[in-house]
């Protein structure tokens, strides 16, 4: 089975392919291909902006950075200069790279690269997709080190651009 697309808004496609192991054992896997994301971390001053945002999957409210899925031929740096806007309502002057994760790489390919968002404004545009609930929040960046050490943030992407951003604030 190769490329069956799984019905819904997104293109998502699970292909079962052969692998031959490093130790030389050849197995069937599973590859889910949801296409790779981006993910912001928007600063301001000495706060930030996540997304309280519903996820119908664990069906709770939780904080996240904005994030969104790259459009075929757009580079991770468009798509994140693009979803900061439609998710926040906010531009960005400056993108900083804060490198590349593999938030599952068990069973899936996909590729989030993490940028920080400097030197924002008011874009006058607000395209949140009909099926997103999102409220954006503004946080003291020493509270988003509390929500992720009290449970408040358990999002893996959130919790990587924190970490860049407070090791890059030490400057290890």
Request: aromatic share 8%.
């Amino acid at each position: 089975m190769t490329g069956k697309p799984v019905p819904g808004k997104k293109k998502i496609t699970l292909d079962t392919i052969t692998v031959t192991l490093p130790s030389g054992v050849v197995k069937e896997r599973r590859v889910v291909r949801p296409g790779h994301a981006v993910a912001m971390l928007p600063i301001e001053g000495d706060c930030c902006y996540l997304e309280r945002q519903y996820r119908f999957a664990v069906g709770e409210w939780i904080y996240e950075a904005p994030a969104g899925t790259i459009d075929p031929g757009e580079t991770p740096e468009e798509t994140a200069f693009r979803e900061l806007i439609e998710e926040t309502g906010m531009a960005a002057d400056t993108l900083i790279s804060r490198g590349k994760i593999y938030p599952a790489p068990g069973y899936t390919d996909e590729v989030i690269y993490l940028f920080e968002a400097r030197g924002l404004s008011p874009s006058g545009a607000y395209g949140m997709d009909e099926d997103e609930q999102i409220e954006v929040v503004k946080v003291p960046l020493r509270e988003m080190e509390e929500m992720i050490l009290d449970g408040r943030i358990i999002d893996a992407k959130t919790i990587c651009l924190a970490y860049h951003y407070f090791r890059g604030q030490t400057g290890q």
